[in-house]
């Protein structure tokens, strides 16, 4: 799903549930906590919930709420399981959230290796999430500001779940959108280099995977997430005897960390030089070869070897 009623969204899972009231008394200790509301309707949409204001000249808010059972990782069944579908279908558990995220996410944590067992262990959750919507008056207005930033409510929203890490409940953060996870003692090491070297912690946001081909010692390599920051993702494809994963996890991450700051520059057909002291080329794919479903900058290496058929 797009952005839309919903900018941003991260995800803080729980060992046991906690009262709304817990939230607050958590988060009032740096942030202005206002319209606590202790009720639910429809969990899917929100369960108990809390406002922080952000940017409040553009009507922006972050929303809290608590979903008192575990990341519904299908989405729901648009048959049987309506609310969930619908929910899911306008956002409300984030944009760029796809069916299986969590799964992924616990099978692809590389920094984070009791990932498995802390998302297995997990009954409930805390959805943290930006909207513009609250505020408007004119249905046909844009949802989005006019001047609207991707970077700076993605750090906010993530200092939020850093917050939120620090109830006795709280097992780990969750970006559904990037399919990553993260201690709280990572989160702290990553915002604690930000802070002293202005490195975003773009691993909060953006997973870098590993995928075996069903050709021998070929690899498939992307990162997944970069839609929040409205860039692509990219995805690598390569023989593992001639290039190193490393250094491919290297280049996915400093070309990522070049588009966020600069944007959407890098052009179909494009090359640059890369991995093995090799020139790679860029094609804009319509799909990747890896879920969930986008479009991708997909990287091939001008090294005259014959690659293999891909999926």
Request: aromatic share 8%; proline share 6%.
């Amino acid at each position: 799903m797009a952005k839309g009623l919903f900018a941003q969204g991260v995800t803080v899972l729980l060992s046991e549930s906690v009262s709304i009231h817990q939230i607050k008394d958590v988060l009032q200790q740096k942030y202005d906590v206002v319209n606590v509301n202790g009720s639910s309707e429809k969990w899917e949409f929100s369960g108990p919930s809390c406002m922080i204001a952000y940017r409040p000249e553009v009507h922006g808010i972050i929303n809290i709420d608590i979903i008192d059972r575990p990341w519904p990782d299908h989405m729901g069944d648009p048959k049987d399981e309506s609310a969930l579908f619908g929910a899911w279908s306008m956002g409300h558990f984030g944009p760029h959230t796809h069916p299986g995220n969590l799964e992924r996410a616990s099978l692809q944590a590389w920094e984070f290796p009791d990932a498995k067992s802390a998302t297995d262990a997990h009954v409930a959750c805390i959805r943290i999430r930006v909207t513009y919507a609250a505020g408007r008056i004119n249905e046909d207005a844009p949802i989005l500001p006019e001047d609207y930033e991707s970077f700076p409510e993605l750090l906010k929203i993530t200092a939020i779940a850093r917050e939120l890490l620090r109830l006795p409940e709280a097992i780990c953060y969750f970006n559904p959108a990037g399919e990553s996870l993260a201690s709280d003692a990572l989160i702290d090491e990553l915002f604690e280099r930000y802070e002293e070297t202005n490195l975003a912690p773009m691993e909060l946001w953006s997973n870098i995977r590993m995928f075996n081909l069903p050709q021998e010692d070929w690899l498939l390599m992307d990162t997944v997430g970069m839609e929040q920051l409205d860039v692509r993702d990219q995805e690598i494809v390569f023989d593992r005897n001639v290039y190193d994963p490393n250094e491919a996890a290297d280049f996915l991450r400093n070309i990522a960390n070049y588009l966020m700051q600069n944007g959407p520059v890098i052009q179909d057909g494009d090359t640059i030089d890369g991995i093995g002291g090799v020139h790679w080329q860029v094609s804009i794919s319509p799909e990747s070869l890896s879920q969930p479903a986008r479009e991708v900058l997909h990287w091939s290496a001008l090294d005259g070897k014959e690659r293999p058929e891909l999926l």
